[in-house]
């Protein structure tokens, strides 16, 4: 690489088992649209390992979107340079695509984002293709476990539109936009996997 990762503990904690997933979930060819690449790591470990599949990596820090498009996009030939894109903000800069992942946002953002996400998925995904989500959620109006319980109150005290979301209500606001629930993954350190895919009478 042209210099140095920027590293990021969780990303390299979590990368492998959600590749392992991906595996299953993913389109063999085609465009994969990652909103929130944040360092890169993911998108370099996916890429490499999912070579069938073409790679467009999105930020709104211009700092990581350029290591991102300098490194990772010079050295993998199927990782496009990374474009800004801001989920609420419309059109988005890529306008069609096979699978869409967003990994670690949406209790990172207001939850306006999260509502915004789907609704642009919606308008980027054909039936049937897979929007992937990895993070903590409460299920059924409780944390998992203490420790999320402790990371929400960290995150809420850092801005009160952040936080640990409902895995229910983020279902209800995928199934408004268009989408089903496939699948929900158990992952290490109490985080899970969700798979929606695109209704086909949506949109």
Same mark, same amino acid.
């Given at each position: ?46 890429? %490499? ?32 340079? %990374? ?9 988005? %800069? ?44 409460? $299920? ?15 995150? $809420?005290? $850092? ?29 290490? %350190? ?14």
């Amino acid at each position: 690489m042209t210099a140095e990762a920027p590293y990021s503990a969780a990303a390299e904690r979590n990368k492998g088992p959600i590749l392992d997933v991906l595996r299953r979930v993913l389109p063999e060819e085609g465009l994969v649209l990652e909103i929130a690449s944040g360092t890169g790591r993911h998108v370099l470990h996916f890429a %490499a390992a999912l070579p069938g599949l073409r790679w467009q990596p999105t930020d709104a820090d211009p700092e990581l979107r350029k290591w991102i498009s300098a490194s990772v996009a010079a050295e993998l030939g199927n990782v496009n340079a %990374a474009l800004q894109l801001d989920v609420r903000k419309t059109p988005w %800069a890529v306008r069609e695509a096979d699978a869409l992942l967003c990994i670690n946002m949406i209790h990172i953002s207001p939850w306006a984002a999260t509502v915004a996400l789907f609704d642009g998925a919606r308008d980027t995904l054909s039936a049937g293709d897979v929007l992937f989500l990895y993070g903590p959620y409460r $299920r059924n109006d409780r944390h998992t476990a203490p420790s999320n319980e402790s990371f929400d109150a960290s995150l $809420r005290s $850092r801005d009160p539109e952040w936080g640990v979301r409902d895995l229910e209500e983020v279902t209800r606001t995928a199934q408004a936009a268009g989408f089903v629930l496939a699948e929900v993954v158990a992952m290490p %350190a109490n985080n899970f996997s969700v798979i929606f895919r695109k209704a086909s009478s949506s949109g």
